[in-house]
């Protein structure tokens, strides 16, 4: 490793040449990456980073005066990841935006193959309609658009709506998948009455012909908070966990998995002036913070946040949360993807 | 085949004598029997049977003047279907029976590998607890104790409560795994408050840690009849289907699959003067009225029905139901063991 | 309890008076069955048995006299357990016989949603067709007919043939899901070479179109009993298990589960001399002795065994294996059933 | 649209300046790159590609005077797609690699998450150990190294051995979840005798106490291609499939999943002559021909291909294979990663 060895220097000129002659042929040795590519722990290119709402929003809202949800098809301020800009994901799978839908705009009806998840942050008026069916969306609710399902949106209010839009963009990017349709027609008609997949799939009974595995998108979209805020307050009369107080997954009740493939979702209740002990996991996280304000120390950085604030943490990052307040977060994260690959761990400390 | 020709009778004759002489073997011949073992469709033994609640409840309240909750352990009058007496049975693998608990009484904890469902159908007051949850049990609530859990009922109100408990009892006796323990104390603990099932399951949400695979109890073990009945409400509103109205099957929510793996459950309701076309299903099911009044035709027989009625469909056998007004009917019967076997089968006819 | 106290007589003839009552309208008390029903261990019906190919054998042989293929379809003798004499059954579940084959003969196709296996004990040259695929039979050959699926038979060769049938016939009799139809012609046409199954499944390849879950019968139906034998004896090399020996079990390699769903078929060795030690289980299991010869100990009874015996193990009785020479057993059960219910229990002593 | 339209010029001013000023805030405006990320078929960055053996063979065997295979830990050179230099991936998921272990070398034990598979192109006498048993490496056995499992190489003959790797290194690297260890000994101890895996798992039967459950890397790590080879040869008697020749995939047989839930490996024959009609499919995937030659045209540009040449076929890429003589292609992908997650797709054409 000397630059004074002549032998060194040598057989370092010679692989270097050797590598340069099969460069040419799209050939490049293990040897000088390995450590890079097979890490002993996960080394992720992500930055832990806090979007502000009282920061973005006013932008969000700018946004309505630049460009007509037409134009756009969706309005949508993308979050990226100050490691990874000019590539729309924030984190090297998941992509976070911001959609402002105005009083009176529609979003028109289309389907993809990426899946997508919704959580109102301000206002009110706005739907979702999947599958023939419209969803009023109210502030916190989980509403998602299972891959290849016909949706669109519009607000029907006198206010701005402003919503967290997840998707699995970069990784059906990386797995090379994408397929989309454009409807024919601006909104889908109505032809189930709201509420219609909850009657049938929300309290735990199914119609009674009804079979997963006939159908690959789960049959309930909607998942109310106040439903999600019921069971975490009746929860917090037993003790929390110490490294994620009281923390629920969203399921497709007819299959037990995540509502998603690609994408879990959590609801996560710290009772004021909870510090949880520190936690790792490899599946990079987004948090909306739904109530509440504290503090997220992440890989050794701290992060105050409060109501309406998003941060992503990396995989394996060490998260510590403080809640000055009682304190209600939203996640979403791929590990269903890792589970399924057999690849997901944890990690719990101090 | 005629009894005139010597030769089919020396046939006959030798063929008897061989019967006779492998019998001290334990053989016996297949050919004599092949066509009732193996029938080009189901022949059921059990006959279609209704239980008049009117008669038979005042039966279930004097049994509790002739023994005690203490000594019976469980005081329940088992219905018996009229083909099989005597074998404690309503179907070949289901059994049913009307438990009665006194205030005041308590039926002592036990747990058995058999599964057990219960459905109040008179009286306030009772409670069911399994590992360590009570439940006040309310009319028509659907309430299941799985496989080997610790469970116990009590009675803390002022009037006797009477239910339907179904049980894979002549199930588990096929099998030969029948494995009991009583418990060291009368009634558990409670170490989970009254809803905490509920709470953690009932939502379409789980604790994050959550694996169904690591056990085969279902975690949520009460599906209140206000939910069932407002899902059916629901449904109401669109078209019924013309052999089963509007019919839900319970699932546990984090599997997809029946809450209990021997038995499926049903709540179907009828709308005011529907008369359902023509069903056969090869799982034999035990229905109670729990709203309305009808007639229900099973294989040509009629057999009216009102509040709190029960009756059983044998396999196979041609059901009509006629509401004369609005109808709710709780049914359970062996499909999920059929369906995991691939030997359940429909038929929908006019 | 005793005979001589007024007020217990009476109190007898009080309930007596009741039970009479209530049994006009099918209804029975649990409290006098409960013990037996809600056993704390199994108490099976079953006697252990076991019936001597040297006995038995020239009684199939004699049937080939008595009765023709084609008058008796499936010219069988059952081995009916001693305890349920006229049920058609060696456990409660499942059924055992003895098929014989002469040369030239058919046994003409049908199909039904029995599941079979099959085990040459004695004689070459017959073959069994499933769909459209004939397969030579060698002694020791597993081979299966899923459910519903057509199968027929002959004898091409110059000897007779006798074969092990195992069937679920008492177990679809209890769930009253019996079907089944005749083919139109005795033979299925071959629309498969022989082998096809076993080139295309049977080496831990499939066609890469092809899907489990589009069908529920195992597409691999021949398991050579030359490949089981190589097994065994490759494992022989390492210690045996005290209470099993080596033994494997028969899989369907595109699910890892069992074959048939109501049928768990094993083959196990054991060395020469080798005494197991107790082991007990809720499948009640039938044994075939392919080669070799020892002692069985069953619940305490003594039955020697050798070469082409079958023998019957009921639920959690204690058995005992001893080998006086190398040996192989086959043997069969509802194992997987009482596996998919959450029943299936062992337990390992000395 | 217009350059010269004022009123567009001053909104594009406003926009950029928008842009501009949300960037600061690692915020961007999804509506610029909507088109490019949601594509209404797959545009893969990929492009197709073709090492031949001869021309890259040689540097293999160069390296071998280049490094050691202590200091390389893996002397491998990568095939990098051209699209996507120094990613050290062939497609945006996998990697393939070709690995040299010299006469009397080793390459020492270690552990990773990301699972590998191993093809050997060239030279006898190597073998890899998985789990305490090594396997005697035969040109075209298909060996696997599942996640996380102990694993060496080494060469005992007395000429170079030449194999091919696929890792899922790419995907892993995506979701941030590398681990790996290095062992405390060059070379495991050998605990279990070369076959026993292929004893107890590869014949369609399983130990009788293995449950697949219980662990998550497949048990059996050895498909030699003498089996593969047989098969294909018995399917080759009927006619093949148009798109596909004759095409199996291996399996886990205690599953019937992807020996590695990460990558599907696939064996394929092609008869002398035939040209299979257009076919694509969403899984980008890596072939390497085992026997004959022939031209791969994909997405319209053509590859003479002959024997060890190894070629990539981008997502939704058009295939068409013309085989000149007899040919074998082994080919891997990342499909099974996108069934679980309802991605792939696949469509025949002409």
């Known amino acids: 490793m000397s630059a004074d060895n002549p032998i060194v220097d040598g057989q370092r000129n010679t692989r270097r040449a050797f590598y340069d002659d099969i460069s040419q042929k799209n050939l ?27 920061d973005i929003g006013p932008d969000v809202l700018r946004a309505g005066q630049l460009i007509s949800a037409e134009e756009a098809e969706r309005r949508v301020l993308i979050l990226e990841n100050p490691a990874l800009r000019g590539q729309s994901c924030i984190t090297q799978t998941l ?86 349709e454009h409807g024919q027609i601006e909104s889908q008609i109505e032809t189930r009455s709201e509420g219609d997949s909850l009657h049938r799939f929300g309290r735990n009974m199914v119609p009674v012909d009804y079979s997963s595995a006939a159908t690959d998108a789960a049959p309930l979209f909607v998942y109310p908070y106040a439903d999600t805020r019921t069971s975490l307050t009746a929860m917090a009369s037993a003790a929390p966990d110490s490294h994620l107080g009281y923390k629920l997954r969203f399921i497709n009740p007819t299959t037990g998995l995540s509502p998603m493939p690609t994408m879990g979702a959590y609801a996560q209740l710290l009772p004021a002036g909870m510090q949880t002990a520190g936690y790792q996991s490899t599946d990079s996280t987004i948090y909306l913070c739904l109530e509440g304000e504290g503090t997220a120390e992440i890989g050794g950085e701290e992060f105050p946040f409060s109501r309406n604030d998003i941060f992503v943490v990396p995989s394996w990052a060490l998260l510590r949360l403080h809640a000055r307040r009682e304190t209600v977060l939203f996640s979403y994260s791929d ?15 101090n």
Chains 1, 2, 3, 4 share one sequence.
Request: no cysteine; aromatic share 10%; net charge positive.
């Open 28 to 54: 490049t040795p293990l040897w000088e990456v390995l450590a890079s590519l097979v890490t002993p722990v996960p080394r992720s290119p992500l930055r832990p980073w806090l979007w502000r709402y009282a």
């Open 95 to 180: 992509y976070a935006g911001l959609q402002l839908v105005m009083p009176g705009e529609v979003a028109r009806a289309h389907r993809h193959t990426q899946s997508a998840l919704r959580l109102v942050v301000d206002g009110e008026g706005a739907y979702t309609a999947v599958d023939g069916e419209r969803r009023t969306m109210r502030r916190g609710d989980f509403i998602l658009t299972p891959r290849w399902t016909w949706h669109d949106h519009g607000n029907l209010g006198d206010q701005p709506v402003i919503w967290l839009d997840g998707l699995d963009i970069p990784l059906v990017r990386t797995l090379d998948a994408s397929f989309a």
């Open 335 to 349: 590990r269903p993807v890792q589970q399924v690959l057999g690849l997901w761990r944890e990690l719990r400390s």
